[in-house]
C-alpha cells in the first residue's frame, strides 16, 4: 500500500532530499508557502485547494443570484438590461453547478476517500493535481467572458438553437462550450483516479461492505462522472463545432434537428443531478449516526439505493423534454420511470430518520444542517415526483415552480449536506472546531433565507411567472411574492457572510493553541484514527479493518448483557502521526503546466490559432515534462522501511 | 498513467494504471455511443448534398478496415514477444502495429480529400458533420495510437523497454485494440447498413 515514492520533505527535518534525481528535469522538493500549494500533489492539500476556488466561485454564483433578485424585486425592474440579464441567470446557473457544487464535492472526495478506506494518497497523485489546475483554468477561463465581450447568455442548459451564432452572436457561448469542456477533463480525470482509487488501494480487511456510506455514495458519483462527462464532451464538441466551424447539427434549414441538443444534454445532465446529490447524501450518512448515537440504520439498503439510483438516473432524462413533443410513448415510460426513482431516494430519507430513531441526539451545527437535507430535499423530491407526472408538468415546464423545486433539490439537498460537512470535518482538517454557536445560527439563518427566498416560487410559478423573464409588468399579482423571495435571497447572503467569519474567527480563536486533539465527536469512521489535523503521511500504520464502523468498535465493546461500553479511550484508539520515513509522492510542476495551456487552447480556438499554438506548446510540454520526469524515488530498493511503532 | 505502481500491491490485484485504462475505456464507449447515435439521426439528412449511398467507396474501406484490425493482431505480437524478453521481436511488431495504423489514417485523409472534391463538405448537411465528426474522433484517436506506439519503439530503441515494463505494452494495447472494435462499430453503422440515396 505504500507509495513507492521519496520521503516526503515535510517528514524530514531540513525540507531536503540528498540523492540527485536521475534525468533533466528536477521534481521541486516541496518547500514551503505558495510553491509547496501549487506543486503539491498531496490528496489533502488538493482537496484544501478545491474547497478554497470551489468557496470563491460559491460567492461569485452568490451575487450573481442576488443581481438577479434586485431586478426582479420590482415590477419593471430596471437594474441589469435584458442582455445582461441572460448572462447573470446563465452564469449564475453554471458557476453554482459546475465550479461551486461539483468542486465542493470533489472537495470532500479528494480529502476524505483516501483516509476512509485506510490510504496515504490517490492511485494517480499527479493527476489529481492535475485535475484541480484544469478545473480552476476552465473555471477562469469561463468567466474571462465578462471581460471579453459578454458571458454566456444561452441558459445553464443552452438549448440549440437559442445558442447559435445568429441567436447568440457574442463569444459567450463559445466560452461556455470550450469552458465547460476544460472543466469536463477535470471531473473524467479525477473520476477515473477516484474510482481506481476505491477499488484498488483499500486497507487490509476493508471489504466493499465495509466502507463507509460516504466512500460509496463517491465510488457511484465517481462512476457516473466517468459515463457521463463523454456524454457532455460530444454535446460540447458538436456545439462548438457548430459555432466556430460551421456544422450543421443544429442547423433546422439544412434538417439539423435542436432536440439532439437536449437529448445528449440531459443524458448528461440527469446523471449530474445524481453526481451532484450523492456526496450530499454521504456526508449526512456520516453526520447523522454520529450525533444520533447509532449504527445507520439498514446499511445495506442505503448502499443498495445509491447504486440503485446511479442505475435509474441514466433512465429519467426525457422527463426534462415532456414539453417539447417527444411523443405519448416516451412520456408515459419517462414519467413511470421517474416515479420509480422516487423510490430509493424514499428508501434514503427512510432510514436516516431511522438512524435518528431512538438515538441520543446531539443537536451540533453539523447535525442541524443534516435536518436541512433530509427535511428541505423531501419537500425537494415531492415537488419533483408532481412533475413526473407529464400533465401537470406540461403545466409547470419554464415556470418559476421548476425554479422553486431544483433550488429545493440542490441548495436544500446538496448545499445543506456540504455545510453539514463543513461543520463535522473542520476539525479533522484544521485541527480546530468551527464555533458551533455561529454554526446553530448560521443554521437558521440559512433555513428561514432559503424558505423565504425558494418557497415562494412554487406560487409564482403556478401563477405563471416564466422563468428567465428580466422583467415583468405590475397587475399579474407577482409584486408581493417577488419582494418576498428578493429579501430572503439577502438572508441567505446573510448566512454565508456568517460562515465566512465563522472560519476567520475560529482559526484566529484557534491561534496558539493546541490542535483540538483525537476524536471530537466521537465518530465511527477510519479517518478520525488519524490525529487532527491529518498528517501528511496521514496513517503512520495502515489499519487492519474488521468491521463497518472500525473506529467506533476500537472504541466500544459489549459487557455480558450486551450493554455498550467504552473499551479504549479516544487516545488510546487514535494514531499520534509520529511515523517517520514514510514514502509519499514527490510533488510536480508540470499538472501546473499543463492546465495553464489549456484556457490558451480555447482562447486560440476563438481568436486567433497563435495562442493555440501557444497553449498546445504548454501543454505538451507539460505532458512530456511529466512522462521524462525523474522516476519518483532512483534508490526504491535501499529506501528507509516503515517505522512499525504508532498506536496501541 | 505515469505512476511506477508495478510493484505494490492492491486490493484487487489489478495495478492500477490497468485498472484506469479499463475505466478510461469505459469512459470511451459513451463518447462513441453518442457520436454514433448522431450519425444514426443524421445518416438520411444530406440536405442538397451527396447521400452516403452515393458517395461511399466500399470495396476501398473494407480494405483499410482490414489493414486496421490485422493491426490488432501484430499489437499482440508486440506484447507477447515483450512478455518472452525478445525485445528486438517486439519493436518489430510495433513498428508494424503503427505502420498499420499510419495506413489506415492515410486512407482516411485520402477518402477525406475524395469526399471533398466530390462536393461532401463539413458544412454541407447535417449528415456530412456527423460522418466527419465521427470518423474525425476516430481518426484522431489511431493517430493518437501511433503517437503511442513510436513512443513505445523509441523507448525500446534507447534500451528502456524490458519485460518488467510489459504490463506499458499491454496498456497501449488495450487502448489500440479498443480503437479497433469500436471501428467495427462504425464501419458496420456507416458503411454495411445499406445507406440512403438521393
Known sequence: MTQTMEPSSMETSNGENSHRPLGVYTRPKGGSGWRDWVTTVDHKKIGILYGAAALLFFVIGGIEALLIRLQLATPDGTVLGADTYNQIYTMHGVTMIFLAAMPLAAAFANYLIPLQIGARDVAFPRLNAMSFWVFLAGGIFINLSWLLGGAPDGGWFAYSPNTGIVFSPSHGMDFYAIGLQITGIASLVSGINLTVTIFNMRAPGMTLFKMPVFTWMMLVVQLLLVFAMPVIAVALFLLTFSRLFGATFFTPELGGDPLLWQHLFWIFGHPEVYILVLPAFGIISEVIPTFSRKPIFGYPFMVFSGIAIGFMGWGVWAHHMFASGIGPVSVAAFSLSTMFIAVPTGVKILNWMATMWGGRIKFSAAMLFAFGVVSMFTIGGLSGVTHSIAPADTQQTDTYYIVAHFHYVIFGGIIFGLFSGFFFWWPKVFGHKLSEKMGKLNFWVMLIGFNLTFGPMHILGLQGMSRRIDTYSPGFGFEAWNLVVTIGSFIIALSVLIFLINVITSARNARGLPPIGPDPWDARSLEWITPNPTPAHNFDEIPIVESLDEFWHRKYGSDEDGKVVRVASAEDVCQDGSAEGVHLPSPSYWPLVFAIGLPFIGLGLIYSLWFCVFGGALALMGLYAWVFEPVDDPDVDHHEPQKEDASD | ?198
Not at chain 2, 63 to 87: C, H, I, K, N, P
Not at chain 2, 109 to 120: I, K, M, P, S
Not at chain 2, 128 to 150: D, K, N, P, R
Open chain 2, 1 to 198: 498513467m505515469t505512476n511506477q505502481t508495478h510493484s505494490e500491491e492492491t486490493t484487487t490485484g489489478l495495478s492500477h494504471n490497468k485498472l484506469g485504462m479499463w475505466v478510461f475505456l469505459g469512459s470511451e464507449c459513451l463518447l462513441f455511443g453518442a457520436l454514433i447515435s448522431t450519425y444514426l439521426l443524421y445518416r438520411g439528412r444530406f440536405a442538397d448534398g451527396p447521400a452516403p449511398g452515393d458517395i461511399f467507396d466500399i470495396p476501398f474501406t473494407s480494405v483499410s478496415s482490414f489493414v486496421l484490425l490485422m493491426s490488432s493482431l501484430t499489437m499482440v505480437l508486440a506484447l507477447s514477444a515483450l512478455q518472452r524478453g525478445d525485445e528486438r521481436n517486439n519493436r518489430l511488431w510495433l513498428l508494424t502495429t503503427a505502420l498499420l495504423g499510419a495506413v489506415f489514417v492515410g486512407g482516411q485523409v485520402y477518402e477525406f480529400t475524395t469526399f471533398l472534391r466530390e462536393g461532401l463538405g463539413y458544412t454541407t448537411s447535417p449528415f456530412s458533420s456527423a460522418f466527419f465528426t465521427l470518423t474525425g474522433f476516430h481518426g484522431v484517436h489511431v493517430s493518437l495510437g501511433v503517437i503511442f506506439l513510436m513512443s513505445l519503439y523509441v523507448s525500446s530503441a534507447r534500451g528502456n523497454l524490458h519485460k518488467e515494463r510489459a504490463e506499458t505494452v499491454e496498456l497501449i494495447g488495450l487502448y489500440w485494440h479498443f480503437v479497433d472494435i469500436v471501428w467495427i462499430f462504425i464501419f458496420t453503422v456507416i458503411y454495411l447498413v445499406p445507406s440512403p440515396t438521393s
